[in-house]
């Protein structure tokens, strides 16, 4: 549910003004960014608020009672807000900052393992998953016997739901699956997944790196018990990201880490824990990163995710189809749903090359197994070159893109 | 001919291009050329890992000489591989230990020997090197 004002008129040379490393050369060439779903460039108003944050306010949150503090604190707990807003989650106590996607997934895997996993115990993760979403699941199982097992992908990129529908059983504890893949742009149609776990009483955790960039993410509608998402991908900060989790689940879960921050009471006999969300804030935190991703939060949502997604759209099917003209040119991920994100192969060209060829014409994009190894087993190649575009990038940039495909396909054929 | 002697002989041919696209025509030209390497070494215990192109090396020593031989699924990977045989390949092993390849950096393809760049060059110039090394101790014996 978007609650901020009505969306801007979208003016996308106005959007790329306000993102000064646009105006950057690369290799001597006008940079054309490509690689948003690896990480977005950051707006101007995110840059300002983060050093206005370490030029006026800074001071440890929670602490102190002198003013300072407690400007660092609100301006650090505004963050907070923002992100509660922008998932449309019902408590601000059920936002918890992380360090990114990875941190909320390694969060999850290892409290719930330890509260709820035995032996023979099953977790069930997708076939199209980021490594980040794979390996903490498959650790916690190998800690406690437990078993992974993994919705197949299909040939155009979406899950197999009646083999998913099957793998589900009593032995099921958790679903894990993405929102949106970062290699093929498939969006996974969660809602369905969630209402399928929970008819046999299973927690699902989302992984929302891609969504949220692209997406209107209702955390209430969806009625998803794990949502996380990263700050530097949706024009925030590295280093900051969020965890959002039911309240009686994050109630339910024992601490992550221990240390300051996180404590009602410590004797050494016996501590007991914050409240939430501080439970799972163990330390300083990451406190202009809160405010910066606030910032970049507010971005959007001023921006209008319709508005972005609907821009986003226009941009995918214009590349999709200029791409498609080039001869011996292949897409890996051909969902009727997708976000703006293109994989692609030029006949037996490695990525590597046709990536370094686009370096050298300023042109900014992915190359290799974008951390989806299985994926890419699943499709029996090394990789893929990858484009993906956000709400700073133009049919211009296409242009370049496809010029520069077709560059590479004549100097590596 | 010198280690020296040949990467002076390479900075001199590149000096000719004028720009990027006609240096990396030739090095992608000197990669569809390199040598193929025997089957039986493009095995694990050959390949050099790089996060995303796949280097294969193997050397062998033909009297005093060492001969290497290379390959790698990635075409200008194999073009630079091809440079880095030409100037290392039938040289002593102690003149490739303690090479010095300055020629990289002066035709203007240091990124690819970063180590940020995941193509596994960086670790097949070590690799060459530690050959060198360990067939000095062979020569000598």
């Known amino acids: 549910m978007e609650t901020t004002s009505k969306p801007i008129q979208f003016d996308v040379s106005s959007i790329r003004r306000q993102f000064p490393l646009l105006a950057e050369t690369m290799n001597g060439k006008p940079l054309v960014f490509l ?16 050093d206005y944050y370490y030029r006026h306010l800074h001071a440890n949150v929670h602490r102190g009672v ?3 503090s407690q400007e660092a604190t609100d301006a650090y707990e505004h963050g907070r807000k923002v992100a509660r807003r922008f998932l449309n989650a019902a408590k601000e106590e059920e936002i918890i900052f992380v360090r990114g996607t990875t941190e909320a997934i390694n969060l999850v895997a290892d409290t719930y393992g330890r509260k709820y996993l035995n032996p023979g115990d099953e977790v069930i993760v997708s076939g199209l998953e980021h490594h980040s979403n794979i390996v903490p699941w498959q650790l916690a199982c ?25 793998l589900l059983n009593d032995r099921t504890k958790m679903v894990a699956v993405a929102h949106v893949s970062n290699t093929l742009g498939t969006i996974n149609p969660i809602k369905e997944i969630i209402t399928l776990a929970h008819d046999k009483d299973i927690p699902v955790m989302v992984d929302g790196a891609q969504a949220a960039p692209h997406a209107t993410i209702d955390v209430q509608a969806l009625d998803v018990d794990f949502y996380a998402f990263s700050g530097h991908k949706v024009y925030g900060p590295t280093g900051i990201g969020i965890l959002y989790g039911k309240q009686k689940w994050l109630s339910e879960l024992p601490p992550y880490q221990g240390g300051g921050e996180m404590i009602a009471q410590v004797t050494f006999d016996h501590t007991t824990f914050a409240e939430l969300p501080h439970k799972f804030e163990a330390g300083t935190p990451n406190i202009a990163g809160a405010v910066g991703l606030g910032a970049a939060l507010e971005f959007v949502m001023e921006t209008g995710r319709e508005t972005i997604a609907s821009h986003e759209a226009g941009l995918l099917s214009y590349a999709t189809e200029q791409l498609l003209a080039i001869p011996g040119l292949r897409i890996y991920g051909t969902a009727p749903d ?32 974008h951390c989806t190894q299985p994926l890419m087993d699943r499709f029996g190649i090394p990789g893929t070159v990858r484009a993906s575009f956000g709400v700073y990038n133009t049919t211009e940039d296409i242009d370049q893109l496809v010029a520069g495909v077709r560059k590479a396909a004549s100097m590596l054929q | 001919m010198s280690i020296d002697q040949i990467q002076d002989g390479i900075i001199a041919d590149f000096a000719f291009f004028s ?8 090095i992608i030209e000197l990669g569809k050329n390199l040598p193929v390497i025997d ?22 020593l033909d009297g005093d000489l060492v001969r290497f031989t290379a390959d790698s699924d990635a075409i200008i990977t194999r073009g630079i591989i091809a440079l880095l045989i030409q ?8 003149a ?16 690819h020997l970063s180590p940020t760049r995941a193509n596994g060059l960086l670790s097949m110039v070590k690799q060459m090197k530690l050959y060198g090394l360990a067939l000095a101790t062979k020569v000598n014996e």
């Open chain 2, 87 to 94: 100037v290392l390949s039938n040289q002593t092993p102690e």
């Open chain 1, 338 to 369: 997708k976000a703006s994100v293109i994989s692609f192969l030029l006949n037996n060209v490695h990525p590597y090359d046709t990536g370094t060829i686009l370096d050298q014409l300023g042109i900014a994009v992915r190359t290799g197994h």
């Open chain 2, 39 to 60: 089957d039986r070494y493009k095995d694990e215990d050959h390949l050099i890992k790089g996060c995303q192109s796949r280097v294969w090396l193997h050397a062998d």
């Open chain 1, 142 to 166: 190998s800690h406690y016997a437990a078993k992974l097992r993994v919705i197949p992908v299909l040939d155009n990129g979406t899950l197999d739901l009646d083999a998913f529908r099957k």
């Open chain 2, 96 to 111: 490739i230990a303690s090479a010095d390849l300055y020629f990289i950096e002066k035709i203007g393809l240091k990124e």
């Open chain 2, 19 to 26: 720009d990027w696209m006609e240096k990396y025509e030739y």
């Open chain 1, 35 to 50: 690689d948003s779903a690896a990480s977005s460039q950051k707006p101007q108003v995110v840059l300002e608020k983060i």
């Open chain 1, 66 to 68: 002198y003013r300072l």
